[in-house]
C-alpha cells in the first residue's frame, strides 16, 4: 500500500513557514470578518514553529486555528500522533461501549455491506463495530501507515493511506460505501465542507454517515479569557476548526442528506455529538406529459 504521491512545491520562501499557510482575516465558514481571539499560545516543544491561534467568528460561532497548516503541516499532526496511539493500549472497558454504541446506531436500518472508517487509526472501531454488524465488510482509511496495521492484524479489509478528499480516493471508492464514519475526524481535517462533499461522493445514494464531533462551546469553556495566554502545550486544544451543531446540520442538509439523529453522546468533557445521516437519492427530473394525439378520424373521402 503506497503512500499518497505528494506534489513538490519546491523550497519555501525564505522566513515562510512551511507548516502553516498565511493567517487569514476572514471566518472560513461563513466569509464574515467579525473575528475574536480565543486563545494564543507558543508553538513550544513541536517541530511546528509559530504561534498557535484560536479565533471565533462572532457571526456564526465558528471556531478555528488561525493560521490553519498547510498539507505537510496536516500531515506532521497526524505522524504526531501515530506515535502517541502505538504506545496506548488496546481500548478497553467505557470506550469499547462507547464503540459498541456506535455501532448500534445502525441496527435500526437495513444491515450495510460495506462500511468505510475514516481516520480509524489502528482499527479499534471496526473491530468492536464487526460484533454488532458481524456480515458487514469494514474498510479503513487513514493518512498514516497504522491503517496498514489495522490490516495486518484483520481488523479490517481493505487500507487506504491518505486523505479522503485526495482525488485518487475519490475516484476509487465513489458510490462504494454504505456507511461512512468519522469519529472526532472531522475537527482535525483543514477544510471540513471539503471531508462532508467527499464523504458524500464515496457513499452510495441512500447510504448513512455516522459522525462524532466535538462540541466547541464546551471544549474551551475552561480556556483563559481573552488577552491571556496558555502557559502550557499541553492545555492546547487539538481541534483545527470546531463547528456549532446547527452549521453542521445546515451544511449536511445542503449537500443532501437527510438528518436522522442528532444527540450528545458523553456526558464527561470534550462532550461530543453523535449525528446520523442518511444520503437521500438524487431527484430524478420530472416527466413532462406528452399532449394528447389528435384522434384519428375514421371517416372517408367520398367517391366522387
Known amino acids: 500500500m503506497p503512500p499518497v504521491p505528494r506534489p513538490d512545491h519546491g523550497r519555501p520562501a525564505q522566513g515562510a513557514d512551511p507548516f502553516h499557510e498565511p493567517r487569514r482575516d476572514d471566518c472560513p465558514w ?7 481571539t480565543r486563545a494564543r499560545a507558543p508553538e513550544r516543544g513541536r517541530r511546528t514553529p509559530a504561534a498557535f491561534v484560536v479565533d471565533e467568528c462572532r457571526d456564526c460561532s465558528h471556531t478555528f486555528q488561525n493560521p490553519r497548516p498547510t498539507v505537510d503541516g496536516l500531515l506532521l499532526r497526524h505522524h504526531q500522533q501515530s506515535a502517541e496511539d502505538h504506545s496506548r493500549p488496546t481500548p478497553a472497558g467505557r470506550l469499547r461501549r462507547h464503540h459498541r454504541a456506535a455501532a448500534r446506531a445502525l441496527l435500526p436500518y437495513p444491515e450495510p455491506e460495506s462500511w468505510l472508517d475514516v481516520g480509524t487509526g489502528l482499527g479499534y472501531f471496526p473491530e468492536i463495530a464487526r460484533e454488532i454488524h458481524p456480515y458487514t465488510v469494514f474498510d479503513g482509511l487513514d493518512p498514516t501507515a497504522r491503517v496498514a496495521h489495522a490490516q495486518a492484524a484483520e481488523r479490517v479489509e481493505e487500507a487506504y493511506q491518505g486523505l479522503l478528499t485526495d482525488p485518487w480516493i475519490v475516484t476509487r471508492l465513489r458510490a462504494r ?3 461512512v464514519s468519522m469519529f472526532r475526524h472531522l475537527e482535525h481535517t483543514a477544510d471540513p465542507r471539503e ?5 458524500h461522493e464515496v457513499l452510495r445514494p441512500g447510504g448513512h454517515l455516522l459522525l462524532e464531533v466535538t462540541d466547541g ?9 481573552r488577552g491571556r495566554r496558555l502557559r502550557k ?3 492546547r486544544p487539538r481541534p483545527l476548526h470546531l463547528m456549532p451543531l446547527r452549521n453542521l ?5 445542503s449537500l443532501g442528506f437527510e438528518i436522522l439523529a442528532a444527540r450528545p453522546c458523553t456526558s464527561l468533557p470534550p462532550r461530543t455529538h453523535r449525528v446520523l445521516a442518511h444520503r437521500t437519492p438524487r431527484p430524478t427530473a420530472p416527466t413532462v406529459p406528452r399532449p394528447p394525439r389528435p384522434p384519428i378520424s375514421s371517416a372517408h373521402p367520398s367517391a366522387p
Request: glycine share 6%; aromatic share 6%.
Open 30 to 36: 461563513c466569509g464574515s470578518r467579525q473575528l475574536r
Open 177 to 179: 460505501y454504505d456507511v
Open 195 to 199: 471531508e462532508l462533499r467527499a464523504a
Open 217 to 225: 462551546a464546551r471544549l474551551f469553556g475552561a480556556l483563559p479569557v
Open 233 to 235: 502545550s499541553s492545555a
Open 249 to 253: 446540520l445546515a451544511e449536511l442538509r
